[in-house]
Each structure stands twice: as structure tokens, then as C-alpha cells.
């Protein structure tokens, strides 16, 4: 909104021109979705916890995670609508990006809340077959709707089609042809399930999404600059810079609701929350070009859904099992470690992961 009101009327209103720059609106957009998040948080936990919306604690896990049995559920609505809110206000709707971010987080969150819902009335939530079929039904459309709107991009001051992709630690591009339409269908169903695999202890998704968008908000500006983006040898794609907005908010509220989502939890994201937001990584990083380097700035996730991969295998295949659970995580809680621990050190990982992944940017 405010974008459009630099637009249209700065001429009477010379104060507008403050909200021409990414920056001013980016910083806007966080700190609106961080108070947002944290003004209306007990409320709506309280809200929840009167319709019952409440999680129910897998009986695998150990008596710890007993206790958390009523937790609210569901606190990805509010995250949502959050992001939402800021992003209508601080961005440019007209920019292509962002409408498909915007379309992106709300069909996604859409699925999460019906699995979350029919989990609360059912105790059991969509079956894995129906919702994996619907995610990929989302990911074909939102794959083709990038595929439409950026066809090229531009790359040491050649023109390169969107097919073509950059490894980390490199300067060599390459071209995938068809193949690029599966890897992305791939990056964004992978990144979306992997932070859902994660979201198993308090505060461990939460600061792991804050640590890894952050991480991509530099690549992402980087991205949308055509100086900076020549010297760097990364890709400069046309009105990615936008995108920072969006990146903001999200952050934004992804730090208001660590507010109540940090041990003790009292309130849980969910799949309406997890969910959409592994999808809108794995988009970014296919926007701005940087497919593979995803891999280190979301290693933690990338670890978590490794981990329950590695365990299905080997239980089906040699009936064995490589840990006592998975993910990862819990199997660390089995070993007595605590909670708050696991979570703290798995942050300091994503941070590593996180700085590794901005050394590229000189180490090509």
C-alpha cells in the first residue's frame, strides 16, 4: 500500500518518497510482523485453547513431551497472517516475485491447516498419500507460474535462461534443460517437508527458519543488484530485490512467535505454519538463483529429513533401525539430552551452515 502511495501521490505528499527504498520497507514490514505476532499472541493462544485446538504428543516420545499434551496448535495462523499483513502494506503487489510468494505461503498454509485441523477432530491428520498428491499438485502450478514470469536471468552480463543453474564454490554455470522443472518441483516439496520434519521440540523450527532466511535475505538483496551481483559472480534476476520485503516479514513474525514458542512452548506452529514456510525457502532460493547453495544455508533441515529418510530405509530394507528415532532430534532427547540443549546447538549448526554458505560469495 504504501508503494502504491509513493507512486501516486509523492507529488502532494513529498514524505512518500522514504518508501521508493527496499530497505526502509523491509525494516518496516519486520518490526510491524514482529509486534503484530507478539500483541496478539496470548491472545490467540488463549483463543485456541478455548476451541480445544490443542496438540496431541505422539506416544513414541519420551514423558518429557507428556506434559506438553494441550499445547495450542495451530500458531502458524497467526504467523500467517502476519506476513500477510506487512507484506500488503510494505511491498509492491505489482511485482510478479511477490505475488507468487504470496500465492505460495497461502495454498500451502491452507494444506498444513486442513492436515492440522483434521488432526485435532480426527486425531489422525491426512493421509501421507492425499497429502503429498495435493503437495505436488501445488508444486506443478507454482513451478510453471515461475517458469512463466522468469524465463531469464542475467549472469556476468550474458542472458541465461532460467534453466541454467550455479553450484556453490563455483563460477561455471550450468544448463539442466527440462531437468530444471523436476529439480524445482523437487526443492521446494523437499524444503517444505524438511522443516516440517523439524518442527519437533520448542523454539527448533522457529530459529532455525529465523537463521536460514536471514542467511538468504543476503543473497537475495545481492541478487536484485546489478553491481553487486556482477562483482560477486551471482546472478542478477530482474525485481528479486522485492523480495526482501517479504523475507523481512516473515522474519518478522517468525521472532514474535520464538516469543512464545521457546521452551517452555505455549504455543506450537504447526503444519499450517512449517510447512508453507520450507516451501517459501526452497522458492526463494529458486528465484534468486541459488538451487544448490539452499542445501547449506538449510542444513539443518536438510540433516533433519536425511535422518528420517536413512531410518525408513534401513528398518524396511534390513529391518534394522540407524536410530532410536527419528528425527534426529528426538533421537538425541533419547539419549538424555535436553531439550533445550538440542535446540540451542542444533541453532549453533544453522549458524555455521549459515556463515559457510555466505563465504561463497568470495570463495568461487
Do not use: C
Not at 98 to 126: P, V
Request: without cysteine; charged residues 10%.
Amino acid at each position: 500500500m504504501f508503494h502504491y502511495l509513493y507512486l501516486n501521490f509523492l507529488d502532494s505528499i513529498p514524505l512518500l518518497n522514504l518508501f521508493q527504498y527496499i530497505t526502509l520497507r523491509s525494516i518496516l514490514a519486520g518490526i510491524l510482523s514482529f509486534l503484530f505476532v507478539v500483541l496478539f499472541g496470548k491472545k490467540f493462544i488463549n483463543f485456541l485453547t478455548k476451541k480445544n485446538s490443542v496438540e496431541n504428543i505422539n506416544k513414541y516420545l519420551n514423558d518429557n513431551h507428556k506434559k506438553k499434551t494441550g499445547t495450542p496448535n495451530m500458531g502458524g495462523f497467526l504467523i500467517g497472517v502476519s506476513i500477510l499483513i506487512s507484506t500488503l502494506l510494505f511491498s509492491d503487489l505489482s511485482n510478479p516475485k511477490i505475488q507468487i510468494l504470496i500465492w505460495t505461503y497461502i495454498l500451502f498454509a491452507i494444506t498444513g491447516f486442513i492436515d492440522d485441523f483434521t488432526k485435532l477432530r480426527k486425531g489422525t491428520g491426512l493421509k501421507i498419500q492425499l497429502k503429498f498428491f495435493i503437495q505436488i499438485l501445488l508444486t506443478f502450478l507454482i513451478s510453471f507460474l515461475i517458469i512463466d514470469q522468469s524465463q531469464t536471468f542475467i549472469y556476468q552480463e550474458e542472458t541465461k535462461n532460467i534453466n541454467n543453474i550455479i553450484l556453490p564454490f563455483t563460477k561455471n554455470i550450468f544448463d539442466l534443460g527440462a531437468i530444471y522443472f523436476v529439480l524445482m518441483m523437487f526443492i521446494i516439496l523437499g524444503s517444505a517437508n524438511s522443516v516440517n520434519f523439524t518442527d519437533g521440540l520448542d523454539g527448533l523450527a522457529t530459529g532455525s527458519l529465523i537463521i536460514s532466511f536471514s542467511a538468504i535475505t543476503i543473497f537475495t538483496y545481492i541478487a536484485g543488484n546489478s553491481v553487486y551481483s556482477s562483482y560477486l559472480y551471482l546472478p542478477f534476476i530482474s525485481n528479486v530485490g522485492e523480495i526482501v520485503v517479504f523475507i523481512s516479514a516473515l522474519i518478522g513474525s517468525l521472532l514474535g512467535f520464538l516469543w512464545y514458542n521457546s521452551n517452555p512452548a505455549q504455543i506450537f506452529m504447526g503444519d499450517t505454519g512449517s510447512i508453507p514456510m520450507g516451501a517459501t525457502l526452497g522458492l526463494v532460493a529458486i528465484l534468486i538463483k541459488q538451487e544448490f547453495l539452499l542445501l547449506i544455508i538449510g542444513g539443518i533441515f536438510v540433516i533433519e529429513a536425511l535422518s528420517v529418510i536413512a531410518q525408513i530405509f534401513s528398518f524396511r530394507i534390513f529391518n534394522k533401525r540407524i536410530f532410536l528415532i527419528a528425527p534426529i532430534h528426538h533421537h538425541f532427547e533419547k539419549l538424555g539430552i535436553k531439550e533445550s540443549k538440542i535446540v540451542i546447538r542444533f541453532w549453533i549448526i544453522g549458524i555455521i551452515f549459515s556463515l559457510i554458505a555466505i563465504a561463497t560469495l568470495k570463495i568461487r
